[in-house]
Structure formats: structure tokens, C-alpha cells
């Protein structure tokens, strides 16, 4: 592939589609903040101090059956991530689904992807373990199925599908890593004691059961491949509405947070920076296009075999990247742009949690970094 045209899913895409940062990579310094270390951190007493769910009418509607009335939480603004008609145009469908554990009164299964591992790029966090926002994830789908627990009492079950084992060698980190981050938020799930209700699988181990899943990959990944050298529309349309997610996920921790500034700020044009980081964005805009075009690939083939239906093929698949036909919901509440393993958790004033870049938190300068059982990176910050 040509260095060029990556210049140009540049101009295209990823000027516009980046999720900007609060404060223009211009400015470099970061700011002291002040640490607070709590030594003896009770997460059961920590989360309920957190602002959760609230000020929502759940109420139970009598005019419609349970099914419906639990297709009703999915559908308010407050949890509901993309279009309505997503949901209102799959009702039959999804009431259907939902009927079936009901007529049999067994706990509701959904299906959700996550829980990759942190990004591996210095600017948006240099924690390798997961942290408030993280925990503010699980809260979020624990607080769901206390909803519906509320008007159908054999209640509802996550299974979290997590894609760190699947795709670590993509973005370019170890396994280990994308293993104990993992690991980690189980701990979050049996300290919570909700393990009955939110329960993580690996996605890695769905593929390696499904032998027609490595086949089917490798076809799609060369075909599409193919199509993207020859300029299809289409193909360069998913591409690059991938691009630019990918091009700041990838691990870039080999560069320093200096280099790192330049590199990504992109309003500094490619003619116009140091060899050296010419040479950096460039090598980041090749891995990114690759990584791109197998992450497109392994989830066309996902969808191809119906991956999530062959593993729990009565359960309701919901999804943090709407479309139609899923629940699309909010992974922390609807302020909450960034997903967790892209930046690092905050506690703001009103006590709710948020996600943002470090970059910005640490230049801006108004949090304090607040430390947990002897971590060398905060577990979060909080707003001053």
C-alpha cells in the first residue's frame, strides 16, 4: 500500500472523525497535581457514594406485558445509545427474545462486547489496568438488570464478550496484558458479589470452538484486502470510518509523550514535520490501515457466521456501537463520550462517573490523582 493514500483517509476522515481533545496538543506541559492515596479502599463502600442511574421514570407500565416493559427501559434516552427506530423497527423481534426466558422464567440473557484492554498510546492513558471508568461499565450493566429485576423478579444476566485475547496482537500488545486486564475487572465483579449477574467470556475461545470461523476470516480478510487496493467504494468507506479510532489505538508506547505530541497533533501537516516524526505518523498510518482491515474482517465474519447466536443463540445481543436490530446502551451514562479503555476514569463533583483523555486531565491541571492499595498508576481523578 502507498504511503499517499493514507495521506488521504488523513484529509478525509481523520481530521473530522478523531475525538478531539480538550486541550490543542500544542501545549505540552503538564501540570502537578495533587495525589491522594487511600490505603485501605473498600469498593463496596466506594460505589455508594457514585451517582448511578436516577431521576428516570421506570415505572411499570400496566397497558403493556413485561416484555414490552422491559423493551421501555431500553428505549429511554438515559440509557439508550443510538436511534430509536433501531429498537422500535426490531420490537417484534426483540419481544420475542425477551418472551422466550420469560414464559420459561429463567434470568434474561444479553450479550454485550468490551473490555478489550487500555489503549496503548501515552496521550490517552498510561495505566495498563482497568479503573473507575471500567468499574463505571460494569456498574452501568449491574444497574440494567436491577431495572428489570424491579418488574420481572428472575431478573437479567450481561455476559461480556471481551476482545482483548482476540485482538491484542492486532493493536501490537502482549497477551498477558489484554489476559490481566481482564482478570482484573473479574475482581471488580467478586468484590461487587454480583458474579451471578455480570459474568465475562473471552470471545477468543467462541472462535477457536467454531472451526469454520478461522477459514471464513482469512477469506474475508483477503477479499477485503483485494477491494481496498483497487479502491472499492464501499470497502474504503468502512475503512475509513475505522481509520481514525484505530490510528490513535495502536500501541505508540514505544515513542516518547514529547514525540507523541507532534505525531498526533494534526494540524501540523505531514511536509511540515521533523523527519522523525514524519517517519513515526507514517509507520502509524501503515499499522493502522492493517489493523483496520483485519478488525473490519473478523467482524464482518462474526456477523457472517452469527458468532454471538452460536454461543447463546436465545440471548438479546446489545452493543455499545448502535445499529439496528441491537440494544445500542451507553457505557457509562449518555455525557460520557470516550469508552473506558480509551482514557481513564474521573469522578466529577456531582460524584458521576466520566471518562477523558489523560492528555487533557493532566494539562488542564484541576484534578487530583487518586491512588489505590499501592498502585503505581491513579485508579482515578477527581475534579477539584
Not at 79 to 102: P, S, V
Not at 186 to 215: C, M, Q, S, W, Y
Amino acid at each position: 500500500m502507498k504511503i499517499n493514500y493514507f495521506n488521504k483517509l488523513l484529509v478525509h476522515s481523520l481530521i473530522s472523525s478523531i475525538q478531539p481533545f480538550e486541550v490543542g496538543l500544542e501545549q505540552k506541559k503538564y501540570k502537578t497535581l495533587k495525589k491522594i492515596r487511600i490505603s485501605d479502599f473498600q469498593l463496596k463502600e466506594f460505589v455508594k457514594k457514585i451517582q448511578r442511574i436516577s431521576d428516570v421514570d421506570f415505572r411499570f407500565d400496566k397497558n403493556l406485558d413485561i416484555a414490552s416493559n422491559i423493551l421501555r427501559i431500553f428505549q429511554n434516552p438515559e440509557i439508550r445509545a443510538g436511534k430509536i427506530k433501531y429498537i422500535k423497527n426490531f420490537r417484534k423481534t426483540l419481544t420475542e427474545r425477551i418472551d422466550y426466558f420469560i414464559k420459561k422464567r429463567k434470568s434474561i440473557e444479553f450479550t454485550i462486547l468490551g473490555l478489550p484492554f487500555k489503549s496503548p498510546n501515552l496521550l490517552k492513558t498510561t495505566r495498563r489496568k482497568p479503573d473507575l471508568g471500567e468499574l463505571g461499565f460494569i456498574l452501568r450493566l449491574f444497574d440494567i438488570t436491577q431495572l428489570i429485576y424491579s418488574i420481572y423478579k428472575p431478573g437479567a444476566k450481561f455476559i461480556i464478550l471481551t476482545e482483548g485475547v482476540v485482538f491484542h496482537n492486532f493493536f501490537g500488545i502482549s497477551k498477558r496484558e489484554a489476559v490481566n486486564y481482564c482478570n482484573y475487572v473479574n475482581e471488580f465483579i467478586k468484590e461487587l458479589g454480583i458474579t451471578d449477574t455480570i459474568r465475562l467470556h473471552d470471545l477468543a475461545k467462541i472462535t477457536t470452538v467454531l472451526p469454520e470461523f478461522r477459514k471464513k476470516y482469512k477469506e474475508n480478510l483477503r477479499e477485503i484486502s483485494k477491494k481496498f487496493n483497487k479502491g472499492n467504494k464501499i470497502i474504503r468507506e468502512k475503512i475509513e470510518g475505522l481509520f481514525p479510532t484505530l490510528f490513535t489505538s495502536i500501541n505508540s508506547r514505544a515513542h516518547s509523550l514529547e514525540d507523541l505530541f507532534d505525531v498526533y497533533n494534526l494540524n501540523i501537516k505531514d511536509k511540515e514535520l521533523p523527519a522523525k516524526f514524519r517517519k513515526i505518523r507514517n509507520d502509524l498510518y501503515k499499522t493502522a490501515i492493517e489493523t483496520d482491515l483485519k478488525y473490519y474482517a473478523f467482524h464482518k465474519t462474526r456477523y457472517d457466521i452469527n458468532l454471538e447466536e452460536k454461543f447463546l443463540p436465545r440471548a438479546i445481543r446489545c452493543t455499545l456501537t448502535p445499529k439496528p436490530g441491537s440494544l445500542g446502551i451507553f457505557a457509562i451514562n449518555k455525557e460520557t463520550e470516550l469508552l473506558p479503555h480509551h482514557g481513564v476514569g474521573i469522578l466529577t463533583k456531582e460524584k458521576k462517573i466520566t471518562v477523558k483523555y489523560e492528555a487533557d486531565i493532566r494539562r488542564k491541571g484541576n484534578y487530583r490523582a487518586v491512588d489505590i492499595l499501592n498502585e503505581r498508576t491513579p485508579f482515578y481523578y477527581e475534579e477539584n
